[in-house]
């Protein structure tokens, strides 16, 4: 006879978790309480959300080894980009996926050409980036209030052509929303409305130790008409997104009236070389502009 080893962090977690999901009663009350019960609904929606379950806890949390993940410090780079919206509605339009695939393609882009600019190694590598997405179900297009989660991207890095580049991630974008994986996602974040404080406890040690992504890359649309404020045109915007312990990147991206702008928050030591990014992501949408012949 030889004893079981010791469960690691990850699998204590997932087991809790899942002996909570097997209460029928909570289970099913939070399920009933999501949707307006049709049997239908009520089954799709909980096979999107054991799948997407079945998706993260079973995909492997690790993200690779970045230069941004250290432990940042109170000091903050910060650098611009922006560009025509109807560039990326070009690329769009001529190679295939969505606007956001186009922004993150341009992302991938660009941490290519500032990892080639540092001489670290690119080949075959990619970077996991944290991507919200809305969750919102073609029967609650109406409905008020957010549902939003986040899919974890893996972000080709390696040297490709432009197009390449756009094809992989359209396709890995596809298949997470396809699969519930956003679904088991939100249903994780919101489960402080029943989980026992033992597995926030046991989630908080284990997000602290675990690197779980490597970047943030939050798109979110802004209006496309021109906007005032006490009678002053408003002529550009670029969002700023805080970054995370152990994690000294985040891009967002927002528009308005018609220009697509990057904001670049970074550790100031985490990025010295910040400017190189930012002309990176211009220089990368340029790419992609160029493979879709525009």
Request: net charge positive; no cysteine.
């Amino acid at each position: 006879w030889k004893p079981e080893r010791t469960p690691d962090s990850l699998e204590l977690l997932a087991d809790a978790l899942f002996d909570e999901i097997a209460h029928p009663i909570q289970g099913l009350a939070e399920l009933a309480q999501r949707t307006l019960a049709t049997p239908s609904r009520v089954a799709r929606q909980a096979g999107e959300l054991v799948g997407g379950l079945l998706q993260i806890l079973g995909g492997g949390m690790i993200a690779p080894s970045s230069p941004f993940n250290r432990m940042v410090g109170p000091n903050r780079r910060f650098a611009m980009a922006d560009a025509p919206v109807q560039t990326f509605k070009d690329v769009k339009n001529a190679l295939g996926g969505t606007v956001n695939d186009v922004v993150l393609a341009t992302v991938a882009g660009a941490l290519y050409r500032l990892l080639r600019h540092r001489k670290e190694p690119t080949r075959g590598r990619v970077l996991r980036a944290m991507v919200p997405v809305s969750v919102r179900a073609d029967d609650q297009k109406s409905t008020l209030g957010n549902r939003v989660s986040s899919i974890f991207v893996d972000l080709p890095v390696g040297p490709m052509g432009a197009k390449r580049r756009l094809a992989m991630i359209r396709e890995t974008t596809k298949h997470l929303k396809e699969s519930g994986y956003a679904v088991g996602a939100e249903f994780l974040m919101n489960i402080g409305s029943w989980a026992p404080p033992t597995i926030h406890a046991m989630a908080a040690r284990l997000a602290a130790r675990t690197r779980v992504m490597n970047l943030v890359v939050s798109n979110v649309p802004g209006p496309q008409v021109p906007m005032y404020i006490a009678g002053a045109r408003l002529l550009a915007q670029y969002p700023v997104m805080p970054i995370a312990e152990a994690m000294g990147l985040s891009i967002a991206v927002t528009s308005l009236a018609g220009t697509m702008a990057f904001g670049i928050t970074a550790d100031w030591d985490t990025l010295p070389d910040i400017d190189v990014l930012a002309q990176a992501l211009e220089d990368s949408l340029a790419e992609l502009r160029k493979a879709a012949g525009k």
